[in-house]
């Protein structure tokens, strides 16, 4: 089981960058074994997948909308996963919330919502036009 603190998000300018963190609190197991993925969720819409990294980090995948935009990384010995967002745009104001699958060291389960048990309590970010 891994719990997942999320921080820095807030409110930019569209084109502004902003980086997310996530760190975990992991029992019984290595934090490399974990899949991480960060999702997000505006209002009166469903979890959209964002992107994710596999436990070595050697593995990545980005919905297609952020790919060129988007960054996400760990550090396996601070245990910590972010996600670095420039060029941001209005659209990509969410909710943005922290997930991890463990068993996943050097692949990725699927990008739904579904494939990911543990969760963090979300950080807001809002871009303004």
């Known amino acids: 089981q891994v719990q997942l603190v999320e921080s820095g998000g807030g409110a930019v300018q569209a084109g502004d960058s902003l980086r997310l963190s996530c760190a975990a609190k992991?029992?019984?197991?290595?934090?490399?074994?974990?899949?991480l993925a960060w999702f997000r969720q505006a209002p009166g819409k469903e979890r959209e997948f964002v992107a994710a990294i596999s436990g070595s980090g050697g593995t990545t995948s980005y919905e297609d909308s952020v790919k060129d935009r988007f960054t996400i990384s760990r550090d396996n010995a601070k245990k910590t996963v972010d996600l670095q967002m420039s060029s941001l745009k209005p659209e990509d104001t969410a909710v943005y919330l922290c997930?991890?699958?463990?068993?996943?060291?050097?692949?990725?389960?699927?990008?739904?919502?579904?494939?990911?048990?543990?969760w963090g309590q979300g950080n807001q970010v809002t871009v303004s036009s």
């Open positions: 992991v029992s019984g197991r290595a934090f490399s074994d974990f899949a």
């Open positions: 997930a991890a699958r463990g068993s996943y060291h050097y692949t990725l389960p699927g990008n739904g919502a579904g494939a990911y048990i543990d």
